[in-house]
């Protein structure tokens, strides 16, 4: 019997059918201009878009553009790829322009559907950002792609790693640029610590289409992006706290794996003490619970969880004496990456390896808040439907189901359940062997690395021959995945979300010939296209014949979305396939978040071994389950992005103010505020207001106007004549300030006095932003402990940043002033002797091999001897950044002063 609410969608239609039939309008009205946009010429099909620019940029809507651009965009890809766009893919297309997720089933071509949006907003000529989830992709994306765009008239760039910043900039300045999340993140982060707006590459945040959105904006928005400079080196402390670690017993701390977190009991507490203070890791008379302690508490507590929560070939694997995280949600190696706050040292420590150094934070941003700069974003997937909510009410960003091209014929089973793995995995290599028979291909999806490798070691007991698609495999990959829908093909996968390659039914035919063209160069192209292709279609009529690709997964994941996506590689495009979930209770999931009840359920059923129980209801139970935990980790989420919007508004306006001064052509107007700012400053400490002379501290104002203006001022007698007041000394010293200054200007020229004070305002805004990044730090690490006062951690953190993000501008203000104020030409003598000393260095390094440029000194502080002035970048010449610094401390430019 039928519910209200399923009587209800019955009659009216879902709001998403309904979208979709107000969609199909727009459809149409490209599909009327098709015949119209075929008999142009290629010529004309370029002007089309130079035309189509010109009134976009003229002030025409692009919604009211979007029929032709779209018509225009599917006949140049026609000829390009020789692929027509299907109409569902215009409809992709189309709810993508509006700012919509488009939700795609695996196949249904959504590279292509990209190309429609990308290319009608970049008519307005503010770029457009196609967003991928590896290099991989990003590459061959725009590689295919933009033989669509170069055919319409626009430009293609990609930005990959390592890539040479005039080619970084270039791509950005491409109509369309295809870039992973991390490197446009990254770049962001960089631009902000540019010294010149010249050196930025990027050029705003238009809009962005996001491949693979729920991996991008919910999996990996839990890590936020650090740029890091090296800090102390503390690897021996890791060690020696490592050793202690295997001796812990069960009763010293308790492992809590739904919140993945573990935690030292007081027994543990008393046990831990005693052992640091034996292995004189903990000083003699010194407690844990000391303050200065703090280090090695924290020491501790990274050492258990190294031990208890991340495990090998599950979380990180041991790579070239170097442990490397993996993606929990894709299965691929993330190389480069790794977990802050100590904790992947007390991993190197555990498994012996190079412990490399801490890091401190430069600058961070969290895909959150990256994404959220844009003025339009909008994204695709197989699989969004499930969180919905968190896309809306983080992102603003609406989720719309596009209906297939052809009906779905995949046969989904109900979960067949077993008591223990052994029975599961017994079943499951059963499963296999009697697909294989038969022909059908199997893809058996596996939630870790160690349980690939263990089904795979019981498939080769049986004798039947598999592929192993994990991290260890990870640069076979495109070749496994398209060799998995060959006849009778076994192919053992970890996680395959955002893998960018179809699996083809009977082979993939591009790959194929790629394969037999290298094995015999000689070979006519055209001959070996033609054999491959008979013997695809041949092989793909025998995999229809036996079922399709059957998707086996041997266990579920947190998220139901990770499991539709494994789900979704079956039966693309219409073609027939199976799926089938095995599970058992020992499974994580089940084991953490299944019900007891479930397990009674099967005891009263007096299952005999090797029987699984399999229905409806087992199916329900285990979606609220994951249902639970993806509405828990969405919390997790949203109370993270709440702390890190108090940063992200900060940072906003340290990035905004950055550029101003970067812009600016004359910045001693702002130079002039901070420098008035601060003898406001002064006067209302010394001479506070609303108090008589005889209260005033003028010989501590004498002193500090020295100190911090460079000012030798009769203050003290100012302050004893009649008739003044904390006005008029205000007044005078803003004279006084304002005349040294203007005396500078003209000393050096005002050109470089411009370009000195811009260089102070940059290197000193940088130093302190780094700065108040570590305090922001410290404070989110100890303001969970105000719950405990009945007191709102959030608010505690709003409160208290805001105060640290005041008291940084006036320390920014102050140290910025001080600098100007000791800044002074060199004399001759100090010229001469800079210079000389530049010389004998470059002499030195001449003979160890490294010759460097000789820069003219500029300036020098005051006391300071002649040559190299720390304060002073206009002395520091124009090193390359692998260059020698040239204060001489014989490191490279850019790990000493050029880190800046």
């Not at 979208?19 to 599909?31: C, G, P, Q």
């Not at 919910?218 to 001796?247: F, H, K, N």
């Not at 992947?344 to 959220?372: C, D, M």
């Not at 083809?504 to 160069?521: S, W, Y």
Request: proline share 4%; charged share 30%; with cysteine.
């Amino acid at each position: 019997m039928l519910g209200l609410g399923a009587i209800a969608k019955k009659v009216f239609g879902t709001p998403n059918d309904r979208k979709v039939k107000a969609t199909l309008k727009l459809v149409e009205r490209v599909n009327a201009l098709e015949p119209e946009f075929e008999a142009l010429s290629d010529e004309q099909i370029v002007a089309r878009t130079e035309a189509l620019k010109t009134r976009a940029q003229g002030g025409e809507s692009l919604d009211e553009l979007l029929p032709e651009a779209f018509a225009n965009c599917r006949e140049a890809a026609r000829r390009a790829l020789g692929l027509r766009a299907f109409d569902v893919q215009l409809l992709g297309g189309i709810f993508l322009h509006q700012g919509n997720i488009s939700e795609m089933k695996t196949g249904e071509g959504k590279t292509l559907v990209a190309t429609f949006p990308a290319y009608l907003n970049a008519l307005s000529g503010k770029g457009v950002h196609v967003v991928t989830v590896n290099d991989y992709l990003a590459r061959r994306d725009a590689d295919w792609m933009s033989k669509v765009y170069t055919a319409l008239g626009m430009t293609t760039g990609v930005v990959v790693p390592q890539q040479p910043e005039a080619e970084k900039r270039e791509a950005y300045r491409a109509d369309i640029t295809y870039a992973t999340n991390n490197e446009l993140g990254f770049d962001y982060l960089r631009d902000n610590m540019r010294a010149s707006k010249e050196e930025m590459a990027q050029r705003g945040h238009n809009f962005a289409i996001v491949d693979e959105v729920d991996s991008i904006l919910i999996d990996e928005a839990r890590t936020p992006l650090i740029i890091s400079g090296p800090s102390e080196d503390r690897s021996d402390l890791y060690t020696r706290v490592d050793r202690l670690i295997p001796e812990i017993g069960e009763e010293h701390f308790t492992l809590d794996e739904k919140q993945r977190s573990v935690t030292f009991t007081d027994e543990g507490n008393e046990w831990l003490e005693e052992r640091l203070l034996v292995a004189d890791i903990l000083p003699e008379g010194q407690s844990l619970y000391d303050p200065e302690s703090t280090t090695i508490v924290h020491h501790v507590n990274q050492g258990l969880r190294a031990h208890k929560l991340f495990h090998k070939d599950q979380n990180y694997i041991v790579r070239n004496n170097e442990v490397v995280l993996i993606d929990e949600f894709t299965g691929r190696m993330m190389v480069g990456r790794r977990l802050s706050d100590g904790l992947h040292q007390a991993i190197e420590a555990k498994e012996g390896v190079a412990i490399q150094p801490e890091n401190v934070t430069l600058a961070s941003v969290t895909f959150q808040n990256y994404f959220r700069l844009y003025s339009k974003l909008s994204g695709m997937t197989g699989t969004a439907v499930t969180e919905a909510e968190e896309f809306m009410s983080i992102y603003g960003l609406g989720v719309v189901e596009v209906p297939t091209n052809r009906p779905i014929a995949r046969a989904d089973e109900h979960d067949a359940v077993y008591r223990t793995s052994a029975e599961k995995y017994a079943a499951i290599v059963d499963e296999i062997r009697t697909a294989h028979d038969k022909g059908q291909p199997v893809l058996v999806g596996t939630t870790s690395i160690e349980k690939s490798e263990m089904l795979s070691a019981l498939l080769k007991k049986e004798g039947l021959p598999h592929n192993v698609l994990n991290a260890r495999q990870h640069e076979q990959e495109a070749q496994i995945v398209a060799d998995a829908g060959k006849l009778g093909a076994i192919t053992i996968a970890t996680n395959m979300a955002g893998r960018g390659t179809d699996i083809q039914l009977g082979g993939n035919v591009e790959m194929r010939v790629l394969q037999a063209l290298a094995e015999t160069p000689e070979a006519d192209p055209e001959e070996v296209r033609s054999r491959i292709e008979a013997e695809v279609a041949d092989e793909k009529r025998r995999v229809l014949e036996a079922g399709g690709l059957f998707v086996l997964a041997t266990e579920r994941h947190e998220s139901r979305r990770i499991d539709n996506q494994l789900r979704g590689r079956s039966g693309r495009q219409g073609d027939p396939g199976r799926s089938a979930f095995f599970l058992s209770l020992d499974d994580d999931l089940m084991r953490i978040f299944g019900s007891e009840r479930l397990e009674k359920v099967l005891n009263t059923l007096g299952m005999k071994e090797g029987e699984a129980i399999v229905h409806p209801w087992v199916n329900k139970s285990l979606e609220r389950a994951q249902a639970k935990v993806e509405a828990r980790n969405f919390d997790i989420r949203k109370q993270l992005l709440k702390f890190d919007d108090v940063m992200n508004d900060q940072r906003k306006a340290v990035f905004e103010q950055r550029l101003e001064i970067m812009e600016a052509k004359d910045i001693g107007e702002i130079a002039q505020d901070m420098r008035h700012q601060v003898v406001d400053d002064l006067v209302d400490q010394y001479l506070p207001p609303k108090t008589y002379s005889d209260q005033w501290n003028a010989q501590g104002l004498y002193a500090s106007v020295i100190e911090v203006l460079g000012i030798d001022v009769p203050v003290i007698a100012w302050a004893d004549e009649d008739g003044v007041d904390q006005e008029v000394v205000r007044e005078r010293l803003y004279k006084s300030t304002d005349t040294l200054m203007e005396e500078k200007a003209e000393a050096f020229g005002v050109d470089q006095m411009r370009q000195i004070e811009k260089q102070f305002l940059l290197q000193t805004i940088d130093g302190k932003w780094r700065e108040h990044l570590l305090t922001l730090e410290h404070l989110r690490s100890v303001v969970g402990f105000r719950g405990y006062a009945q007191r709102d951690p959030l608010n505690e953190y709003k409160t208290e940043g805001f105060q640290l993000f005041e008291s940084m501008l006036d320390s920014l203000r102050l140290e910025v002033t001080k600098k100007l104020a000791k800044v002074r030409p060199l004399s001759e003598e100090e010229r001469t002797a800079m210079i000389e000393q530049l010389v004998s260095q470059q002499k030195a390094r001449a003979q160890a091999g490294t010759p460097q440029p000789v820069d003219e000194p500029a300036a020098a502080a005051d006391g300071a001897a002649p040559g190299f002035v720390e304060d002073d970048p206009s002395t520091w010449g124009n090193p390359g950044r692998n260059e020698p610094c040239p204060c001489g401390s014989g490191k490279k430019f850019k790990h000493c002063h050029g880190a800046y």
